[in-house]
């Protein structure tokens, strides 16, 4: 099976949002940091930032994951009375984030909020209880450094503020930089986060760079992709070293993750490119480590798809159905440009694979105007003056939407209500308008 295979993309008539379907839910877990304090300036680049840590949600308990089903207090009598006469400091780690994770739904069950908020401090007290004895006795389990594991709980629970603990970036900070010490590789590269955007401790990037290399080296794949950008862009005050970062970026690749495909979209990106010393362009390739990302469920990557075979670039052909795949796989995860996107599918339409329906078009365009992106406030204006997808015509609703846009600085926005303030028109019949097609210039 090819990457190219269809059978691995979603059919091309599927229609995840339409006039009677409910909005998509947001599944995203919420990062460490709050959202103003990820790296911007730095090693962020358009493709987003990696996750905080690399460890998979089973490791790092959350209060926002997934749960399994909700053990009952005798069951969990049952559990703790074997860890107590345990000395395997690897099972009573388990047993504390189970405690925690499990924490709410256990409370949940008392009949009163009184006792549910009782029971559920208890659990969690008990559970935060376990993390900091094990976090200080410095014991190695199997390879494993279960007081280095702990700390490095414990940081994330105070810079998430989870558990009853308040935030304290500080702490959090502390925490990494001592499991660290024991080169617990998720630890390093929260520290190397930390020192680079100054939090919790102050900017450093000198530091930030060598705890970058020291997770990287432990195969961390956040720390390879941050690492590959610093070093072919020469952030953070380095002379660029495109040759070793794209390196980098290759080993972060061939150890990409769902939870972390960004090296191999970056790499795709630097492939695409003509002016990175030491790479040869190739589509080809930069087409195959976009599928791979996108297949992890990278949505960057498959808006790029879509883009791709939509308008034939990267040496794809010219193909509406594994456009229209790619682009509902972003959608589904409430991308606006692929939401826009097949906005511009329905308008046109694409037999067999979809057909055409403005009352679809205008329904993907105004979802994407919702997430404030100005070329589909211009869109949804234009469907408004032109009366696609909507019961009639409308210059006034029409002008409000290219006002949201030109305040966003689009330019076609601004043109068209200078032009309709000169026309002094208030209806633009739907037979005068020009129905935009697809292509390069075209409303999309």
């Known amino acids: 099976m090819t990457l190219q295979d269809p059978t691995l993309l979603p059919a091309a008539n599927m229609r995840p949002w339409t006039a009677s379907s409910r909005s998509l839910p947001l599944a995203v877990p919420s990062p460490h940091f709050a959202e103003s304090e990820r790296p911007s300036s730095s090693a962020s680049s358009a493709t987003g930032m990696p996750p905080m840590g690399g460890l998979p949600l089973a490791n790092t308990v959350l209060e926002s994951s997934p749960k399994a089903p909700t053990p009952t207090m005798a069951s969990l009598d049952a559990y703790r009375t074997?860890?107590?006469?345990?000395?395997?400091?690897?099972?009573?780690?388990?047993?504390?984030?189970?405690?925690?994770?499990?924490?709410?739904?256990?409370?949940?069950?008392?009949?009163?909020?009184?006792?549910?908020?009782?029971?559920?401090?208890?659990?969690?007290?008990?559970?935060?209880?376990?993390?900091?004895?094990?976090?200080?006795?410095?014991?190695?389990?199997?390879?494993?450094?279960?007081?280095?594991?702990s700390q490095y709980f414990l940081g994330t629970v105070h810079s998430r503020g989870i558990y009853g603990v308040p935030r304290d970036d500080s702490k959090a900070f502390a925490y990494y930089q001592q499991a660290s010490k024991a080169q617990h590789a998720e630890a390093n590269y929260r520290t190397a986060v930390c020192y680079e955007v100054g939090v919790g401790t102050r900017r450093d990037p000198t530091r930030a760079l060598q705890f970058y290399r020291k997770a990287a080296a432990q195969t961390n794949v956040p720390a390879m992709y941050k690492l590959g950008l610093i070093l072919i862009k020469g952030l953070m005050g380095i002379t660029p070293a495109p040759r070793e970062g794209i390196n980098w970026l290759k080993r972060g690749a061939d150890n990409a993750t769902p939870e972390c495909p960004h090296s191999l979209h970056e790499l795709a990106l630097c492939h695409e490119s003509s002016d990175i010393p030491g790479v040869i362009p190739d589509e080809t390739y930069a087409r195959q480590l976009y599928i791979k990302a996108g297949k992890l469920g990278y949505v960057p990557s498959q808006v790029r798809l879509g883009q791709a075979y939509e308008y034939g670039s990267l040496g794809c052909p010219v193909d509406s159905r594994r456009s229209i795949g790619w682009y509902t796989r972003a959608a589904e995860k409430n991308d606006a440009d692929a939401e826009l996107a097949l906005s511009g599918w329905y308008l046109t339409g694409a037999e067999p694979h979809l057909p055409q329906n403005d009352v679809e078009a205008f329904l993907w365009a105004r979802r994407a105007a919702d997430r404030k992106l100005a070329k589909a406030e211009y869109a949804v204006g234009y469907y408004y003056e032109c009366g696609i997808g909507v019961a009639h015509p409308d210059v006034n609703e029409a002008q409000k939407w290219y006002l949201k846009a030109a305040h966003q600085n689009n330019r076609r926005a601004a043109n068209r209500l200078k032009e309709l303030k000169q026309m002094g028109v208030n209806v633009v019949p739907l037979s005068n308008a020009a129905r935009p097609r697809r292509g390069k210039g075209s409303l999309f």
């Open 82 to 149: 074997s860890i107590k006469r345990s000395n395997d400091s690897g099972a009573q780690l388990d047993f504390a984030k189970y405690v925690l994770e499990h924490a709410r739904g256990i409370a949940d069950n008392e009949p009163s909020l009184k006792l549910v908020k009782k029971r559920y401090d208890m659990l969690t007290e008990e559970g935060l209880k376990w993390v900091r004895k094990l976090a200080g006795t410095g014991i190695t389990v199997h390879r494993s450094n279960i007081a280095a594991e």
